[in-house]
């Protein structure tokens, strides 16, 4: 039930359903009235939260969901910026990483309870945008340096990757970055991610199912 | 407009609790952003949970009723 349409039609049913029941109560007395209302005043609420939940938190994960934020927008911008050497806008533009699902793919933790953590780091952004204080966005800051983790776990066991003439040329390399000793984000290395303070300098993409 | 019979009261009561957080849900799918996330989560799932134990806690208390007049 991913289509939000589909889901408001089931809302509207369950609505009607549970409305027999207050306004018309005594049809409880029956032993089927009590079955049936078991389902409608139990089992469909019940389900309709899991559903809508499942919903919500797919949606939490969609790259419009993250942009939504007025200070996120040059992040967003960033996504288009027209040169290879940004590593967020090459792996954007190339579907590297889902184009519907972008923020999500990187900056969530692909440890164990790793969706729930982005979830309360979200929590706390909201609070800070509504609340506190928003830093400007070419301020904002990782809470804790990238984990090469996020990385490899698309990455690791890529051609690509292990026989990539850089991370070949040294062979203490792969082992110092599959152990997270060596910043895939290195000086050197893939360092511009998004840089949002000289955005007004690049030359953005305008290819089809771009972000905001 | 409310049943005078008390289990048939609760399950009214359950069942405007619950049109409540159907409708809130309604609403926070219709929006968008972190805000209509945490309208669903705080205000549409809590009334849902509230709506559901006041329904079971009607069937318990009218099955420790009718024990209770049975004894």
Redesign the interface.
Known sequence: MEH?AV??GF??F??LL??V??FR??V?RSQGGKIV?FFV??AL??F??GV??S??LD??KST??CL??HIMEPYGKSLRVDDPMHLAAAHFQNHRVPADEACYTCHTNYAMFGSVKAKLG??R??YV?YLGHPPKAEDIKLYEPFNNRECLHCHAGARSFEEGAVHAADPSLLPAIKANKVSCLSSGCHQTVHDVATLGEQKLWQGAGNAQ | MLSENILEKRLQIAGIVLILGLLAEGLCLLGRGPVAFLLFVGLAGLLLVVGILIFLLALVRAGHVKSQTTE
Do not use: D, K
Request: hydrophobic fraction near 50%; include cysteine; charge should be neutral.
């Open positions: 939000p889901l408001l809302l509207g369950s609505i549970i409305a029941f207050v109560p005594g409880t209302a005043l139990f609420p019940l309709c939260l809508g939940f919903a919500e949606r939490s419009q969901f939504s934020c979200g929590l952004h909201i945008y």
